[in-house]
């Protein structure tokens, strides 16, 4: 990761750690790269989600960029997979996404994907940081500005959005005519395109959490508050609910009972399914290292295969691209169906989850009842030095005891945190108590040898 960008784009608070200035300059750059330094005009999509701040930072985007000389088409309020899906698909060098996903509302970010509806390559990333620093020497004193005839288009584009819906829509292969639909949009990027698209599909559509207001998104809703949704669903008597997160690129699902299906359940059911419909390549799921040690024993007692991957949708996605799988994802809900996107999906994956469920005409409670979910405890260790941490013998020592303790009945990972000086210490094991000895077990090594400066839970 770099200095600016994650593994999700540049994200931070709006005006402060990331700033109107910052995205003109990313505007200018992605502007000049793909367009005039090749002798050519750019074409660039942008979308945005409902932050009060995503206005701010697409119009000084847009404005770095056609100064660039680039053509700028708006999507205005939309999905980040609809970017991904517009910009592969109708011939855009680059797209934007202006969201911070599921943080708060005065956080935001600049999300950058490539031709191919992918994150963007890390060596343009790369150049885009050191532009921002000013280290990088393009031309003599600054980019140029274009001018007269070549400086760039702005254009509204919500034909973009329509079809991406189309495309969605033409993709659910059953009507949902019967079915009684709960949508938690998260005051977000859905708001308006989940229930175009249920109605569409004849589902009897119920919507919550679809009335942005730029300070309410993902606030007490969506995929991170999945506790309204499952009332509403309760209450209602709905068959099945979906929460988005704030661009809707995430789903999490809420069954007739009430109960939560993370992205572990859902690689579940549909990788399940997929394989009775022959669609499973290589007869493997993609995971990462955090998926639930229940899901790995179900996937074994149904004859599936796996693969663990670091955490992070990125990772997942070059993992299926390398090895030509066609679903992965995480816990949190990022499901990736590389058959039909390059990117995770929220309103695709409410569309899979759909068709198994018509397909296999049992209440949604039934799909996910062979994956037993294993308690999980995670201990966040603040460290001094995370390298010399890890690398303590008594602390290997600790962690080979307790790997020898579960055995084939549950696991640990001990890992470090990429942002912050932590180490991570997760087990899953039969049961809480279990899990909270283990745990302590490995945070009490870090203490007893000096790594340990905080722990939290």
């Known amino acids: 990761m770099g200095k600016y960008f994650g593994t999700d784009g540049f994200r931070g608070e709006a005006n402060q750690s990331l700033s109107a200035e910052h995205a003109f300059k990313i505007g200018r750059f992605i502007g000049w790269y793909y367009g005039a330094a090749n002798g050519r005009k750019a074409k660039i999509v942008v979308g945005k989600d409902t932050r009060r701040s995503s206005y701010m930072f697409e119009y000084a985007l847009v404005s770095g960029a056609v100064a660039s000389g680039a053509d700028a088409y708006l999507l205005h309020v939309t999905t980040t997979p609809s970017v991904a899906y517009v910009a592969r698909r109708e011939d855009f060098d680059c797209g934007v996404m202006i969201s911070a996903s599921h943080n708060p509302y005065y956080d935001n970010g600049i999300k950058l994907i490539n031709s191919r509806g992918e994150k963007m390559e890390e060596e343009t990333i790369a150049l885009i940081e050191d532009y921002l620093d000013g280290v990088l020497s393009l031309t003599p004193g600054d980019l140029p500005l274009a001018g007269r005839e070549n400086i760039g288009r702005i254009v509204a584009y919500e034909e973009g959005r329509a079809r991406y819906l189309n495309y969605l829509a033409a993709l659910s292969v059953k009507s949902f005519k019967g079915f009684k639909v709960a949508l938690d949009c998260?005051?977000?990027?859905?708001?308006?395109?989940?229930?175009?698209?249920f109605e569409r599909l004849g589902a009897q559509t119920h919507v919550i959490n679809a009335a942005p207001d730029g300070t309410n998104i993902n606030r007490d809703c969506g995929s991170t508050h999945i506790e309204g949704l499952r009332n509403y669903v309760v209450k209602n008597h709905m068959d099945v609910g979906f929460a988005y997160d704030g661009d809707a690129d995430r789903c999490l699902c809420v069954d007739e009972k009430g109960q939560i299906l993370d992205g572990d359940l859902i690689l579940y059911i549909c990788g399940q399914y997929m394989k009775e419909q022959g669609r499973l390549r290589g007869n493997t799921i993609v995971t990462t290292i955090m998926s639930n040690f229940g899901l790995y024993k179900a996937l074994d007692a149904a004859g599936i295969g796996y693969a663990k991957t670091a955490v992070g949708d990125k990772y997942v996605y070059e993992h299926m691209r390398q090895h030509d799988h066609r679903i992965g994802g995480e816990q949190s809900g990022h499901i990736i169906f590389s058959e039909y996107a390059s990117t995770g999906d929220g309103l695709l994956t409410s569309l899979m989850v759909m068709e198994v469920l018509i397909a296999r005409g049992v209440p949604l409670s039934q799909l996910a009842s062979q994956v037993r979910v294993y308690p999980q405890v995670l201990s966040n260790v603040r460290v001094r030095n995370k390298a010399e941490?890890?690398?303590?013998?008594?602390?290997?020592?600790?962690?080979?005891?307790?790997?020898?303790?579960?055995?084939?009945?549950?696991?640990?990972?001990?890992?470090?945190?990429?942002?912050?000086?932590?180490?991570?210490?997760m087990v899953e094991a039969e049961s809480e108590a279990l899990c909270r000895q283990c745990v302590n077990r490995v945070v009490s090594a870090l203490e007893e040898n000096g790594h340990a400066v905080a722990r939290s839970e």
């Open 186 to 197: 998260a005051n977000g990027s859905a708001w308006q395109l989940a229930r175009q698209l």
């Open 389 to 425: 941490a890890l690398a303590d013998a008594q602390v290997r020592a600790a962690v080979d005891a307790v790997s020898r303790q579960l055995g084939d009945t549950g696991r640990i990972l001990v890992r470090e945190s990429g942002t912050e000086p932590v180490v991570r210490v």
